[in-house]
DNA sequence: CTCTCGATTGCGAAATCCGCAGGGTTTGTG
DNA sequence: CACAAACCCTGCGGATTTCGCAATCGAGAG
């Protein structure tokens, strides 16, 4: 038991990627792992194990490990439209000072799903989920545009929602 | 399995009026399951039964038909950051003609993880996952504007991802 | 070589998952 | 009203999985 089983892992947990923010690196193996359980969340430790030649336990520790790191969560993901939210919007935003403040504002408001900063014509880009059109009309005139630094806004109103996968890391 | 937004719903046969978009209606109790397992996908259907006043069988039926049905589904979600993607950006598309053929086209590409029809002034928006400069390149100039229809495209590259939660319904 | 540290393994015990049978409740029909 | 069918829930074993822990392995560092 001790003597094969050992020629295939060569994990590599070198510079596969190092080169910027407080991201731990991921081997081969860890990779292989988050991808099963992007086809499966609750798929069990056995299974996965057996998919990538670890022991149930291993795999229980590096899971663990991913989720007290924050590198992935597990959790259920919807359909906004079926549990009652029929407006969505993208928003770009420009922003006059402290780009990151502003993130940081909009972060904290429960309508806002995702906040990303970005370069090109907008400094941020917001995903919102609301449940009707005075909600949406709500959080894009009087919250967020009440944000200091907030400069100007512009709305991409969902018309229909045509693709959403979770499957990072599985090509 | 790829995409949620267009989930096929199994034939209901007796839908008494899920009107258009929508799915089945969804009770309160089915809607604090979903709660429960957008805090851990991993909850045990005890621990969920107990918080919703329900029993463990009863839980892992509805969890199964909720699964089933395409309401939901229970992965893990990453930072593609700290798994080897490190480029991302959002992309405004304009469309001459059909919006929705181009739309059609553009998720059949692995590389586009998002893909939305909107009112305003792009027609689709969708985020693009690549690792480097070269792919992100190679994906906007010649994959993307090589659709037919693509009139114009902007894009905005991601400089950091502030927030992405997964938390609909709770609210 | 020796020691340390992190990762992995093996293994029982406890908890969880799973399928199935049974019992209410509601709906539709004769 | 009676009856059947469809649904949803509960209870209960048995199989499976999770969990914690001690022992082992491997790569460095001293």
Redesign the pocket.
Known sequence: ??SV??AS?S?DPRDSRESRNGGPQL?A??LAIIEQLQEDG????????KAV?????????????LLDQGVMQIVAVTDPLTVGFRRQAMVGINVEGDVESVADALTAMSECEYVVMTAGSFDLMVEIVCEDDDHLLDVINKRIRAVPGVRSTESFVYLKLKKQTYMWGTR
């Open positions: 038991m001790h089983a050992v892992r994990a081997d193996v860890s609750r798929r069990p430790y056995a299974a996965i194990g030649g670890l022991s149930e336990a291993a795999v229980r520790q590096r899971v663990q490990k």
